[in-house]
């Protein structure tokens, strides 16, 4: 069987052929023309049947041949009306082909052209997806050195904002702390974007290892609760915490967790301007479910998916003006997915949302990981 | 006698903001801007607290807090670790490699000095 490459025709592929030809055909890829049947089926495009090579005055090998080929048979194959390589038979006798043997060969010859483009096909695909892949990688790494690169700065200008704010320079006039206050509230926003995209971006590079050790669920969610209770205070929000006393002991990544669940309950104070927010915890199944619920406006179930997605939200001016980054919830999914959990929203608009995520009790492997 | 950091930071400004911070409550500051240099400065100074940043030129903020615990008579001296942020996980580098506590940037000055004065009260 010969291929196409440009405008030569290249043997790749024998059976039951003499040593001395596979060598000599290796050895001369074939351009069309009339010296060989290889060179005519390239030239005329067409079924080439000749009884008697030796009897073929265009035939340039006659008299070289020691062992001479007698009858020869050559078969287009063609992808479309591009002609991608020969098929070639041959007998050292002369016997010509019968028309049905030759039907058999032109057949054969249409589905082989099939098969080898099935698998160039699926050589291209995959050589696209490891190039996709390779791109992906070079993006998160982008981002991770990019957001390092914009945090040093940044931590100057809080750092310097914060000494003045604390009368290390002398007293700073009221008006001054005002400003201040203001350089470092929008200083820690950008911080927190920035912190948010450094997360997604080593998730996606698969360079975030979670550090497994046991903890007590119920010592995590009290943490979060007291980290978060000033801001639903503030909001005069009635934040309730219920744990049962008896939770077995869980093992994972304390501090991812008590992250995802710090997210969770940030936007339901955030979002929430009257009612309460509850965050619960039950253990089942091998699992422990942890909830938070909210009485807010609740997530219409168009944008309930989308949430989860990178710098989505909710698409209401509701949302829009409560500001955010949009990463967090994408960040807590890959989280809770990377403990082989699960993390997913019940709402209605008008009344409420709760936010559930499960973890197994006990994570021993980071999924996605031998 | 007033107690002496030795502060091993390549960034100017961040220099600046512990220079401003650690002398306003009386501390005495020194600096070494590589991490060679602040193994180096910490033998020769014996400082009372050495504050670590991680990424620094020629030699790493983990080595050179492994080289300055693995010295018998340095290894006393409490060291606390600059991170950058903690999801990079470079707080179990900091432990693995010995310190005595980490602040992960930025950090704020203020929790900063308490850190420094639960070693140096």
Redesign the interface.
Request: charged letters at 20%; proline letters at 10%; aromatic letters at 10%.
């Given at each position: 069987m010969f291929r196409r490459d440009g405008d030569s025709y290249h043997g790749v592929a024998f059976y039951n052929t003499s040593p001395k030809i596979i060598d000599f055909v290796k050895r001369h890829p074939i351009k069309p023309g009339r010296h060989t049947i290889t060179a005519r089926v390239a030239l005329e495009r067409r079924t080439i049947h000749v009884a008697d090579l030796q009897a073929d005055p265009e035939y340039k090998y006659v008299r070289r041949d020691v062992d001479p080929i007698r009858t020869e048979l050559g078969v287009p194959m063609f992808r479309g009306n591009d002609l991608v390589g020969v098929n070639m038979l041959y007998k050292l006798v002369v016997q010509p082909f019968t028309d049905k043997q030759i039907e058999l060969v032109t057949t054969f010859a249409d589905q082989a052209v099939i098969a080898i483009e099935n698998v160039r096909l699926f050589e291209e695909i995959q050589e696209k997806s490891r190039q996709v892949e390779e791109a992906s990688k070079h993006k998160s790494q982008f981002l991770a050195n990019m957001s390092h690169e914009l945090r040093t700065p940044l931590n100057a200008i809080l750092g310097y904002a914060e000494l003045v704010l604390d009368g290390i320079y002398g007293d700073a006039p009221e008006k001054m702390r005002n400003v201040l206050e203001r350089i470092q509230t929008n200083g820690k926003h950008l911080l927190g974007l920035i912190n948010d995209v450094l997360d997604l971006s080593k998730i996606e590079a698969g360079q975030l290892v979670l550090s497994l050790n046991d903890y007590s669920i119920k010592d995590m969610m009290q943490g979060v609760y007291v980290a978060v209770e000033p801001l639903a205070g503030n909001k005069k929000l009635n934040f309730k915490l219920e744990v049962p006393p008896d939770l077995p002991a869980a093992r994972g990544d304390e501090r991812r967790l008590s992250q995802v669940l710090l997210n969770l309950v940030g936007n339901a104070i955030k979002f929430t301007d009257t009612g309460g927010v509850a965050m619960k915890a039950s253990a089942a199944n091998g699992s422990y479910t942890v909830a938070v619920a909210d009485t807010g406006p609740g997530i219409a179930e168009a944008d309930q998916a989308k949430i989860f997605e990178e710098f989505q939200q909710s698409d209401s001016t509701h949302t829009k003006a409560k500001g955010g980054t949009g990463l967090g919830l994408a960040i807590a999914k890959r989280i809770v997915e990377m403990h082989g959990g699960r993390l997913w929203v019940e709402s209605a608009l008008g009344s409420g949302s709760t936010f559930f995520f499960t973890v197994p009790l006990r994570v021993e492997h980071q999924a996605g990981k031998a | 006698m007033s107690k002496r950091i030795l502060v091993v930071e390549d960034?100017e400004?961040?220099r600046q903001?512990l220079r401003?911070?650690l002398g306003?409550v009386g501390y005495e500051m020194t600096e070494a801007w590589d991490g060679e240099a602040g193994v180096a400065a910490a033998k020769e100074q014996r400082p009372d607290l050495i504050l670590m940043d991680i990424q620094l030129p020629l030699m790493d903020g983990y080595e050179a807090t492994r080289r300055i615990k693995a010295d018998p008579e340095l290894k006393k001296i409490p060291i606390i670790v600059v991170t950058?942020?903690?999801?990079?996980?470079d707080d179990?580098k900091a432990q693995a490699a010995g310190c005595d506590a980490y602040v992960t940037?930025?950090?704020?000055?203020?929790q900063l000095l308490a850190k420094i004065k639960e070693f140096l009260p």
């Open positions: - | 960034q400004d961040n903001i401003d911070l306003s950058s942020y903690a999801l990079s996980g179990g940037k930025p950090y704020s000055p203020r």
